[in-house]
Nanobody, 115 residues
Framework: QVQLVESGGGLVQAGGSLRLSCEAS????????MGWYRQAPGKQRELVGT???????NYADSVNGRFTISRDNAKNTMYLQMNSLKPEDTAVYYC?????????WGQGTQVTVSS
């Protein structure tokens, strides 16, 4: 099991940057698959990107080149650096950890991008 807590959301103008953090309640070194998802009002939750224990990353086309996922195993924390933010990036952002086929979710953090 793991508890995940996101932080770092807020209100930012278009073109700005934010960094989200996802702190885990246990070591993440052995968690192979972690990722970020987002859910905008009236829309389904969608994948933003993932990172493996070997730091291999994969991103949705909509954020590729603007967002970067990283992980600091010593701090049990995963990050989402978001640059060149657009109004369409407005959503609740969730972190996810997949442990032996079971998905664990954080409570989410709101990101609002104003035009």
């Amino acid at each position: 099991q793991v508890q995940l807590v996101e932080s770092g959301g807020g209100l930012v103008q278009a073109g700005g940057s934010l960094r989200l953090s996802c702190e885990a309640s246990r070591d993440i070194f052995t968690i192979n698959a972690m990722g970020w998802y987002r859910q905008a009002p009236g829309k389904q939750r969608e994948l933003v990107g993932t990172i493996t224990s070997g730091a291999y990353t994969n991103y949705a086309d909509s954020v590729n080149g603007r967002f970067t996922i990283s992980r600091d195993n010593a701090k049990n924390t995963m990050y989402l650096q978001m640059n060149s933010l657009k109004p369409e990036d407005t959503a609740v952002y969730y972190c996810n950890a997949n442990i032996r086929g079971y998905s664990y979710w954080g409570q989410g953090t709101q990101v609002t991008v104003s035009s």
